[in-house]
């Protein structure tokens, strides 16, 4: 996944305030085995905290963070 797309999927997850769409979304941008592996991160508790805590998990969540007008 590039920049670009990375960015894009950032700035539709902001804009999106339903869980549906926002996942939907997702399921577009990414292929089926990212989907599952991400799908498999979400339903583990520990695996998503782990996740969560990681560096560049908590330079993307700022990210999500930022004003919409940026």
């Known amino acids: 996944m590039n920049n670009k797309n ?3 999927i950032i700035n539709s997850v902001k804009a ?3 869980k549906q769409e926002t996942e939907e979304f997702l399921k577009q941008k990414l292929n ?3 989907t599952k592996k991400l799908q498999e991160v979400m339903s583990d508790r520990s695996a998503l905290e782990q996740l ?3 560096p560049q998990a908590k330079a993307l969540l700022r990210k999500f963070m930022e004003d919409k007008d940026d």
Do not use: H, I, M, Y
């Open 52 to 54: 969560l805590s990681t």
């Open 16 to 18: 999106n305030n339903n």
């Open 6 to 8: 990375f960015d894009e």
């Open 32 to 34: 089926p085995s990212q």
